[in-house]
């Protein structure tokens, strides 16, 4: 059973999206399709009391592997997307890594198993028994062979950034100091040493996740909102609109 929770944090003077917009990002889902339909509910019925607005919903990676339904979440984005809100898919590193493995790169494998692809490969009905012994050279073979076309065409379509006002939506950060245009997906998607650390002004508040955090990590020159939903049962989404921002969460109950 889930609980839905909420946290507000009071408007603040300062950064701002666009007018007439609001925005929505969403943290690592991790293959946690339940805490997905439950928090876009939650993040749909939020948007819809606050009034009209130009609304986008930005995905900040890593859809896939670690939790148990890494098929269920890409077809549910596919085939039941989000009316309320333009939809904007970033690529995570879980993304780069599993496409690398459709294109048939073997040199992954090893990782990519060991990282949550065993996880996403099996909700494509491939069998923890088979993935046990089974070369890389078959691994890539029979996951392109299980993933629906589609699903690699949704996967290949995803940005790495996107710009709403003084934000910045990315799925890791970014290199400080390098210019928006001139940054490279490897920092994107992967960085952290570096980026997490450093509190010089980066002339925009870089919203990201790829890091897991505790709760919501907001400082004066970014926020962290990778609650961990695979390991915690923790779904986090940002809410922005003109000077202020607010928090959306949905939460795996705890068994009694």
């Not at 940054?183 to 450093?198: S, Y």
Request: proline share 5%.
């Amino acid at each position: 059973m889930l609980k839905l929770f909420r946290s507000r944090r009071p408007a603040k003077t300062g950064p701002s999206g666009p007018a007439g917009s609001r925005a929505y990002a969403i943290g690592d889902i991790h293959g946690r399709l339940d805490l997905l339909d439950e928090l876009l509910v939650t993040v749909e019925r939020d948007n819809a009391r606050r009034g009209p607005a130009r609304t986008f919903l930005v995905f900040l990676g890593d859809l896939v592997d670690r939790g148990p339904d890494s098929r269920g979440v890409i077809d549910r984005l596919l085939q039941r997307p989000p009316r309320f809100a333009r939809n904007v898919f970033l690529a995570g590193n879980h993304e780069e890594a599993f496409q690398r493995v459709l294109a048939g790169d073997t040199s992954i494998v090893p990782s990519w198993l060991l990282y949550g692809g065993r996880e996403c490969a099996q909700s494509y009905g491939i069998t923890a028994g088979w993935l046990l012994n089974a070369t890389p050279a078959s691994v890539v073979h029979e996951v392109a062979r299980a993933v629906p076309r589609q699903h690699q065409d949704f996967l290949a379509s995803f940005g790495d950034t996107f710009r709403f006002g003084d934000y910045l939506f990315v799925h890791a950060g970014i290199r400080p100091g390098v210019p928006i245009e001139q940054q490279v997906p490897q920092d994107l998607r992967w960085i952290r040493e570096g980026f997490l650390e450093n509190m010089s002004d980066h002339g925009m508040i870089v919203v990201h996740g790829h890091t897991i955090v505790e709760a919501v990590e907001e400082l004066p020159n970014r926020i962290g909102i990778d609650t961990g939903a695979y390991r915690t049962g923790t779904l986090t989404a940002i809410g922005i609109e003109g000077e202020e921002r607010w928090f959306l969460e949905t939460r795996q109950a705890e068994a009694a």
